[in-house]
């Protein structure tokens, strides 16, 4: 092993131990090992241990280790204590400005495992909650993971759209024209990119050398002539499959050919005999077939978005108040409010006991007469308990308007377990909404298991309404379970999951992804006008 990588292993461990709260003067004197190390230039290599014992800075049982790790590659001291550590709460050790102490607190008081979970927190404004941490740690720890994660090579659309359309702009002014435009994962806004595709038509070199926001994003710059970039837009932005499907491979072999010369894409479709494509739809899972009887529907436009539901306060883990939620939705121009702040079982984030309930609902009726004709609808966001019942006795649960029932805790059982525990909840008659049915994180935690179908199943036997959760590291209904949910009459909500005023702009992520699933706006639940939405929850009581 070089110093340098001995060096690295020494760091963790001494991370590790003071993570599991071991003899502080040993931690100390590995610590110091590693360091003096990593800043050295010194030849380990062949070394026997009485040599390493000479090394300023290595005692006897510091070399023994590093004569361990030279000889077998590997430390048992370490490989037990890794053995013992999420491999997520291990991750964490990477983030600057909080050590294996806090990482430890955050780790057993807040069950966080992982960096996704650990950023989400911030977001929910958890960490505020532990003794050490503070509103300017916790940013600072937010900022932290951000820059960490951009520079694993995967981002969350959300994070790098700034760029690409700064990106956009820069070559279109450098370049002076309008014939620039995102294409590929951008274009149809997956969530989850590894690379921004920019097409410009120009002949010639292209440089974005001057461009300074570029960060670690991989970038490929695409050229054509402005006779075929409509046809090298068409396709760059669809996938192999749609591409495929389409009869482009058939049609378009040769780009530089004149029967590729198009004003606009919506005549290469034309000429496929397919209905017009969104770009968001270009993946290849079934939406040439819809194109060719011409059943596509008009897709859900965030403007047709009349409430938001599933929001905070500062009643829960909220970082402004009640009043403060509704008076911003109202200003945004929505006709509703749905506050959902967390039930009594959610400990963490400061859930409600039934006399906060009350409290919370006496103030909504007076904010109610206030704001008039907006409305804030008394809503919560019921825990899902492990065997499937909600937080709540009956008689709280019967004072909401509408429960959004989601799963926060015990997230490692089986899809069986898990789906059951699910339909439990969806079965129960004051059930509204599913919120987040995975709870899923996006680059950090997959989703629990389930079995979508039963579960969509049940909603659609059940009326429930299933939350497609806006926050972009959620999107969570997964886009590509949506087309089932429409196919069994399940409507969908478009939720923020807003902790802050300013998250109710994660809207525009939950609609982009459910464009991507095909949703219109007949089909989505917080398009429904206030009368309506008022007219379904008395419905529903």
């Known amino acids: 092993m070089t110093t340098e990588e001995i060096a690295r292993a020494l760091k963790l461990t001494a991370q590790l131990m003071e993570l599991h709260e071991v003899n502080p003067f040993k931690i ?25 014992e000479k090394i300023d800075g290595i005692g006897k049982g510091i070399a023994a280790k590093i004569n361990e790790l030279q000889l077998t590659g590997n430390l048992k001291e370490l490989t037990e204590m890794v053995e013992k550590t999420p491999v997520g709460v291990i991750e964490m050790l990477k983030i600057k400005g909080i050590g294996p102490k806090k990482v430890g607190q955050l780790w057993r008081e807040l069950e966080i495992e992982g960096i996704g979970e650990l950023l989400y927190a911030c977001n929910e404004n958890r960490l505020i909650t532990l003794n050490g941490f503070g509103i300017k740690t916790q940013e600072q720890v937010k900022k932290q993971i951000e820059f960490f994660q951009l520079n694993i090579g995967k981002f969350h659309f959300a994070s790098v759209e700034k760029i690409a359309l700064d990106l956009v702009a820069f070559l279109k002014d450098k370049y002076q024209t309008e014939f620039v435009s995102l294409t590929g994962q951008m274009r149809r806004k997956v969530e989850v990119i590894d690379l921004i595709e920019v097409l410009i038509a120009i002949s010639g070199e292209v440089s974005i050398d001057e461009f300074e926001n570029v960060q670690n994003v991989k970038i490929n710059i695409i050229t054509c002539t402005e006779k075929f ?73 965030l403007s047709d978005l009349k409430g938001i ?48 309930v009350f ?18 609808f008394k809503g919560i966001e019921s ?12 008689e709280v649960l019967k004072s909401f308007d509408f429960i959004v029932a989601s799963v926060h805790s015990n997230l ?50 059940n009326g429930v309404v299933i939350e497609l959760n806006a926050h972009p590291y959620r999107l969570d209904i997964d886009w590509r379970w949506i087309p089932y949910c429409l196919e069994k009459g399940v409507k969908i909500s478009i939720n923020p999951d807003a902790h802050e005023k300013s998250g109710y702009h994660d809207m525009y992520y939950g609609t982009c992804v459910a464009r991507k699933g095909m949703l219109w706006k007949e089909m989505c639940f917080n398009s429904l006008s206030l009368a309506a939405i008022e007219s379904y929850f008395n419905s529903r009581k």
């Open 359 to 376: 409290e919370q609902h006496a103030e909504i009726d007076l904010l109610n007469k206030k704001l008039a004709p907006f409305k804030i």
């Open 28 to 52: 100390k004197s590995i610590a110091n090992a590693a360091y003096k190390l990593d800043k050295t230039d010194v030849e380990l290599q062949g070394k026997s241990i009485e040599e390493l």
């Open 309 to 356: 539901l599933h929001n905070h306060s500062t009643y829960s883990d909220g970082m402004n108040s009640l009043k403060e939620m509704a008076e911003y939705c109202k200003e945004l121009g929505f006709e509703y409010l749905g506050i959902c702040d967390h039930s009594q079982s959610a400990f963490y984030a400061q859930g409600l006991k039934p006399d906060r």
């Open 383 to 394: 825990d899902i308990l492990n065997d499937g019942s909600l937080d709540y006795s009956e």
């Open 412 to 461: 490692k059982m089986n899809e069986e377990k898990a789906t059951a525990r699910l339909l439990k909840a969806i079965e129960n008659p004051y059930t509204t909404i599913l919120g987040h049915p995975t709870g899923r994180l996006l680059l950090s935690r997959p989703g629990y298991p389930i079995d979508h179908k039963k579960v969509i199943d049940a909603c659609a036997a």
């Open 229 to 301: 970039y409509y046809s090298k837009l068409f396709e760059t932005t669809a996938t192999d499959a749609h591409l495929s499907l389409a009869g482009f491979k058939s049609s378009f072999e040769d780009i530089n050919d004149s029967a590729n010369v198009y004003e606009a894409e919506s005549r290469i479709y034309d000429a496929l005999g397919l209905q017009y494509i969104e770009p968001e739809l270009r993946e290849g899972l079934g939406e040439i077939a819809i194109a060719k009887e011409k059943k596509l529907p008009v897709l859900i436009d």
